[in-house]
């Protein structure tokens, strides 16, 4: 780094330790050393400072720790220069920088002043992010289909710019994080007068309007490691190296540089993070050799975008479809509002459905999109609610009857993926809109079939050989297309409910979730779907099929030699490859045997409540405290990380209502307390497993947070309502 450089990042972390003294000593004036303070929805204290010394921060004097950290980086002559695995003496003067950031932004939090609210722009910022976006973010992250994040510091030359660079990213499905400005302006502001949607369904996250708020990109990707690594905080060597190599995060400057973004520049590229930038910065040493590939500048405004990418190295999956529209994965969480529909269907206000079936090859020909029915030709045109029937005929080699679903699941995705065309629900409880942009830019309906047949080929090209679409807009037709679909969804249902893990000879297992946790290895049978939520055993074996050397691959189950516990001699080899000798056996029914490891990506927790004699679920997104004492973020940090950790687990939802179970620990009516999300998410099937296993009022035993969250509390309620768990053997 230049000494020029240097001196102005060693300059600014100076005066931004200094500062965060002050403030922090002047709360601790007015409210107390022993004010406890954490940042919402999170197990990892204050994060920046937890991931590299391990230290735990839990009220306003603990914070004097980070800063005593953060000043003896830049005394004259530091203990060690640590945080510098690359180059450069302004790289300690970064990391003090992040520490000081956070500080000031706890303070803020403690203030009353964070998340940062602009009522002029109409916009409160995101502020602090939570561990719980890490986790449902994880798969995307893990399996490629959001390829990086980029913290965007300053603003653009002028809003069209703006918008064109955001747009870029989003189909390029990058996470998008905005902060800092350049002489008050920024590109948040930019893009909000532009009318771009900003938030997380568009993956364009404002943080806040500073330079320091790029803290909340970084001390939120301090935590992948704690997370999906199994890396312990302090082991700040690991650290740094998880995140440089496994979080795929770059910054673009934009705008002129200050003293402040080189310091918090510095601090990002120690966590391996390169940065770009769009002015004239010197990235060549005095001595004529590059720097380093950490900066680097892209004149050229239209080229940032891909510069960026090939910096920081990332694989971008992208996709031609020809609709008149843009599209990527970032626009699938984008909303229409009804005032900006030009057409709507289904939703319960018409009949829709849609459908995916097989077809003999003769049977269909690729690529065609018909679309039937003349009643509604009036409210196409000038806009309306219409009903819509949709029918995806497939055919291939390969394919099997049960791959239908596996395909039909993924509509919504390639639908909503087209920007202003939005989708939600299946079968036949689809909703969608086309809003008025992509109608007046021309996007009709034929163009839904575009999207079907396109994606579905290029999704499945092992499976899919042929695709064609029908659309059905007069609602004779549909109703009586719908009629036929409700018999085959019907009959889904019951082959999939039927299926048992003694009825087959093959599990799968899924691997994707190692680039982030090494050693953890999902097994995933009829009866055990991933703890992700994502897969099921139809899911895999599609997969295993599309993709013969992926991340699912089949295990022979072996010889079962514990039924009750679910452990077979062929998954126990199995796992001990796959995790690399980490982990020897598993019961698939069990939480305090030898549980099957967890990632970091799970849809709920399992922990067992000792005092209440079984356990307890909460699910991910729930912040509220529970009756083991802690909230979903702490419990999060001991499952993860591809660790076995009896007494805790971690699952997806629709475990709950296997007959598997925790088949082995007494099973449905071990659960004691669960979220009310939960409970409602699936009340009708949860009831009925309560009634095969003779306790059909169990709904109504089962605490949730509105009868406690304290475990004394529970037992108290657990004994008025003679829960069934108080009468089983013990769990431990
Ligand atoms: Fe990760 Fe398991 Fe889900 Fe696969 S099934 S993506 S390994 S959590
Ligand atoms: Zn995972």
Redesign the pocket.
Known sequence: MSKIIASAAIRAANKIVAEAETMLEKAIKEKGADLKFEFTDTGYFMPMFFAITGIEVRTLGDMRKEIEHAKSLLTSEPIEKKYKPYLGEALDAGMATLLAQEIIMAVKYVNGLEPVEDKELGLTYNGFITDSILRDL??QL??GTMPGYVCIIGAAQDEDRAVKLARELQQKNILTFLCGNVKGNSMTKQLMKKGVELGWPTRLVPLGPDTSHAIYALNWAARAPLTFGGIKGGDYKKVLKYTKDRVFAFAMVLGELDDLKWATGAGAINMGFPALCDTDVPVVHPRGVTIYEEVEKELDQDKLVETAIMQRGLKIITQKVDIPVAFGPAFEGERIRKEDAFLEWGGGKTAAFELCVMRDLEKVQDGKITVIGEENKEKIEKGGQIPLGIIVEVAGRKMEKDFEPVVERKFHDFINEAQGVWQMGQRDIIWGRISKTAQSEGFRLHHLGTLLTTLTKSSYPAIIDKVQVTIYLDEKDILKHQEEAKKIFTERNERVSNMTDESVDIFY??????S??PT???V?SPER???????NWLD?KASYQIDPTG??QPILKGECYDDVRGKWRGVDEFIVKASAGKVENFSAYSIMDNPMT?????ECILAVVPEANGIMIVHRGFNGMTPTGMKFSTMAGTVGGGLQTPGFM?V?RYFVISKKFLLADGGLKRIVWMTKDLKNSFKEQLTKRAEEEGVPDLLDKIADEDVCTESDKLVEHLQKVKHPALEMPSIL
């Open positions: 994880g798969i893990v399996d297992s899924c691997t994707l979730c190692q982030f946790a953890h290895v999902c995933i779907l991933g703890l992700c939520g994502a897969y895999t991340p699912n967890s990632c970091g990506c799970f971690g997806g």
